[in-house]
Structures are given as structure tokens and as C-alpha cells.
């Protein structure tokens, strides 16, 4: 069964920070990676995929395999990254199989 | 380009009740997906339809169902209402698979 964990519930920061939010993730296949996030009021969005290998906001994410990882970074907080962040997977390789499956999520704050 | 509309809003409905949750995805998108939100489980997949079909289904009852037309639009349906089921009903639609799923604002159901 695949799985996500998101091992902090709250992380805090303070502005110009780093940041990291960690994943781990459980799966027998090779999954498709996605970081996204849901802002005070408004709707759940993607922040970014693993497969486009792209920087979205200044937030980066790399999958390590071998330590079945996909964890959330960036070098500098702004305070307009508090938002609740979610890791999720889905079955790779295009397949029909799709089905997102989200971790609980961790809530940033980043203090001025 | 129009967003994922989902209507209602809010419903509060009565144990033993049945509910009708309405989707209309963004204009073009064929896969439409609905996850339950609760603040114990978090995010779970629910189901997942793509021109009419379903082809993925979560862990969830019997009493949870759902339907795609051919416009694309979905509804999902739960029958025989708990108290547990009192959650945030989100749908997704995605123009292909896994690329990117766009989020509604979701329908927040109240079982009393």
C-alpha cells in the first residue's frame, strides 16, 4: 500500500530563514511526486512535481530513492509562505491508476 | 477559464439522510476525482472518473458513490449518513492522469 508521512504537524520560522519540510514516502513502484499547497482561504493548489524538476516560488524538491524521500525546500522564508503544505504520490508512468494519496500535511508559519 | 465549481457550499443534514455533492470541472478536463477531508484522517481518495467511468475507488463504504455524465460533470452521493461523515468534500479535475489535479472550493457536509 503506498503512504505518506509527513513527520511535523507545525514547523516556524522566522523570515529569511531556510525552510525544509520533510516526506517520506512508501511504495512498491516508481511514483510520481507532488508538493501541494493550500493558502489561508483560498483552494488546494499544486506548488510543484517532481518530474518537471522545476522551482516554483522559490521552493525546490528532490526525490532521493534511495532514502524514499521527496522533502520541500527553500533558502529563504518569506512570510508569504505560511500555508499548509502537502506531500502526495501517485502511481507513475502515465498509467490509469490515478489516485493521489496525500500526507497529513505540515502548516508553516514564517514570523516576521 | 472557470475554476472546479462545487455547490453546495455547506450542507447540514441529518443521520440516516442521504446526500447528492455536486463537481463541474474545469471546461476540457475529462478525470474528475473526489477526496474526504477530516482533521483526523486528513486527505483520502474517495474515487476517480474519466469519461463516464470509474477507475479508481478508495477505502471507503458502499454508501459512498458516485457518477460521471457526459459532459464530464460529477456528482457523488453518500446514502444512510453518520455522524462520521461529517467532513470537507473536495473534487479535482485534471486534463490528463497525474500531471496536475486543480482543486474546488469543496462542500462542507455536517452530519447531526
Known amino acids: 500500500a503506498q503512504r505518506v508521512t509527513q513527520p511535523e504537524k507545525l514547523l516556524s520560522v522566522f523570515k529569511g530563514a531556510p525552510v525544509e519540510l520533510k516526506c517520506n514516502y512508501s511504495y512498491s513502484g516508481s511514483p510520481e511526486l507532488f508538493w501541494y499547497v493550500q493558502y489561508s482561504r483560498q483552494r488546494l493548489q499544486l506548488l510543484l512535481r517532481h518530474i518537471s524538476r522545476e522551482s516554483i516560488k522559490g521552493f525546490t524538491a528532490d526525490l532521493n530513492k534511495g532514502e524514499t524521500s521527496f522533502h520541500l525546500k527553500k533558502p529563504f522564508a518569506q512570510e508569504e509562505d505560511s500555508a499548509m503544505y502537502y506531500c502526495a504520490l501517485t502511481e507513475g508512468g502515465g498509467g490509469s491508476n490515478y489516485k493521489l494519496t496525500f500526507g497529513k500535511g505540515t502548516l508553516l508559519t514564517v514570523n516576521p | 477559464k472557470a475554476g472546479v465549481t462545487q455547490t453546495p457550499r455547506y450542507l447540514i443534514k441529518t443521520r440516516g439522510q442521504q446526500v447528492t455533492l455536486s463537481c463541474s470541472p474545469i471546461s476540457g478536463h475529462r478525470s474528475v476525482s473526489w477526496y474526504q477531508q477530516t482533521p483526523g484522517q486528513g486527505l483520502q481518495f474517495l474515487f476517480e472518473y474519466f469519461s463516464e467511468t470509474q477507475r479508481n475507488k478508495g477505502n471507503f463504504p458502499g454508501r459512498f458513490s458516485g457518477r460521471q455524465f457526459s459532459n464530464s460533470r460529477s456528482e457523488m452521493n453518500v446514502s444512510t449518513l453518520e455522524l462520521g461523515d461529517s467532513a470537507l468534500y473536495l473534487c479535482?479535475?485534471?486534463?490528463?492522469?497525474?500531471?496536475?489535479?486543480?482543486f474546488g472550493q469543496g462542500t462542507r457536509l455536517t452530519v447531526v
Open positions: 479535482a479535475s485534471s486534463p490528463l492522469s497525474y500531471l496536475e489535479a486543480f
